[in-house]
């Protein structure tokens, strides 16, 4: 009898070995860490559930998702994931000592410790959700028009005139360029692959196109300009509109402005497009 009560005070001792305070706390709060565990994984799965429905909604009108948002949501299925698998075994791996007549403190100390580990991770996404300021932004996918094809003629008399829109292109001192002819000749082709070339050289970083047609609508150029560059303006003014959008264009290093089928004197100021020593890197053809 006295072997026996012996065996049983070492077994105890061994379960409980060492005692320190740090490691007592995780055998006290083990049942309510695991609890809290179990609330908080809840939690984040509501809140991951909200945060993919807005990733959805923006990439269905054709949003781009911000790069910590992409990074938040692969951690938070990985955390998820973690927790739902610890959760599940927590009953199994939560064994009892001496034939179930107290518990398995090494056990118990080992799963309260992971508890609280991964609670801790998991209340970090949910703050780290909380601050996310936008989910999306908008995008200004390239032109079709502006991306490499073979569909382009190159006529020997085209070439050179193609070259020498390109080496003026280039040229520091030139803002305006004129493309002009009969119609149907192709200058619209022309001044289009001009375009394409000197994006892909890389010459600009930026090519907008706005139809100008007979009779000119500066509200209609103004907005084919303004929302290529992702500006938007809820000026009625015309005037305004222009003054914002020039304020836009001086902040673009080098951009290119093809204004189209124009058939008499526009204006570019009442537009808002600047030009000369008003902005070197803008030109306008």
């Known amino acids: ?18 005692p320190t305070e740090s490691r007592l706390r995780y055998f006290r709060n083990y049942n309510a860490n695991i609890e809290s565990l179990k609330a908080e994984m809840e939690k984040l799965r509501d809140e991951s559930t909200r945060i ?20 938040w949501v692969v951690r938070t299925d990985k955390i998820i994931d973690e927790a739902a698998k610890f959760i599940e075994d927590e009953e199994t791996n939560n064994k009892r000592c001496l034939k179930g007549l107290c518990p398995d403190f090494k056990t118990r100390y080992q799963l309260s410790k992971k508890a609280e580990t991964e ?8 703050e780290e959700a909380g601050r996310f ?13 502006l991306k490499p094809h073979k569909g382009y003629e190159s006529f020997e008399s085209r070439l050179s005139t193609l070259k020498a829109i390109q080496n003026a292109l280039s040229d520091l001192n030139v803002s305006i360029i004129g493309v002009y002819g009969m119609g149907g000749i192709g200058k619209t082709t022309l001044v289009k692959e001009v375009a394409r070339k000197v994006k892909e050289d890389k010459l600009f970083d930026q090519v907008v196109f706005s139809e100008v047609s007979q009779n000119p609508n500066i509200k209609i150029i103004q907005g084919d300009i303004a929302e290529k560059l992702g500006l938007v303006s809820c000026e009625k003014v015309e005037t305004r509109r222009a003054n914002r959008l020039y304020e836009r264009l001086k902040r673009e290093k080098k951009i290119l402005i093809v204004l189209d089928n124009i058939w008499k004197h526009v204006d570019l100021e009442s537009i808002g497009i600047p030009f000369g020593d008003e902005h070197k890197g803008c030109k306008d053809y």
Request: proline share 3%; net charge positive.
């Open 119 to 126: 609670l801790k991770a998991i209340v970090e996404l949910r």
């Open 1 to 18: 009898m006295v072997e026996i009560i012996v065996t049983l005070v070492l077994e105890v001792v061994k379960c409980l070995a060492p």
């Open 52 to 71: 993919q429905r807005r990733v959805s909604e923006a990439k269905a009108k054709g949003e781009e998702i911000e790069e910590k948002v992409k990074k």
């Open 133 to 145: 300021d936008r989910i999306s932004y908008r995008t200004f996918p390239e032109e079709i028009w």
